[in-house]
């Protein structure tokens, strides 16, 4: 059974303090893999081992660099999810995983469904995702389609998406509003970013 805590997510003033939080951990991971390698880009022409830096940095840093920029844009998918959804609480654990898989949470909503969900953009340590409450956390968004998570008080908010991508019914209750937050494509798929 689930609590409903406010409104909306946004409405809680912690989730909006972690929501800047989250935009400030985001322009700093574009600027530290965008910036160093536009500095030694332009001393490459004065010095050789300014144009050996640009051309190691592009190899380490552009597989990466894409991904951060996507996820930077992509924040405001985040906030239209607090500002549509309330935090409700759920109990949830975090299964053990191999090295190297991806980070899930599993929220049980009812008896017979129990939610998996992938933690996006980059894995979050359990310690920060758990919090004072190991077997709770706040969740908003839908949970055919995913949303936020954050541990109890909303003061970490991060993407969750479903585990095994699935292509539910369209329409139907809650359908309209997650197409408009950006949970969910025009087709019934979830989105993954």
Known sequence: MSVTLT???????PTVVGYKRLVMRRLIWVLCLGVPPLIALSCSGVSRRAAWAFIIMMILGTPYLP????MYF???????VLQAYPWQEWPCHHPRRPPGSPATIAIPFREDFTAMFRV????VPVPVM??????RIWFA???RFGGVVSPVGGHYPVRVVPHTPRREECGGDGFDLARRVGLVRASGKATRT
Not at 7 to 13: I, L, Y
Not at 67 to 70: A, D, L, N, Y
Not at 120 to 123: L, M, R, Y
């Open 74 to 80: 992509r924040r405001h998918r985040v906030a239209a």
């Open 141 to 143: 968004g839908d949970p």
């Open 130 to 135: 758990e919090g004072d409450h190991v077997d």
């Open 120 to 123: 996006i953009p980059f894995p």
């Open 7 to 13: 409104k909306v997510a946004w409405d809680h003033p």
């Open 67 to 70: 991904w951060v920029v996507v």
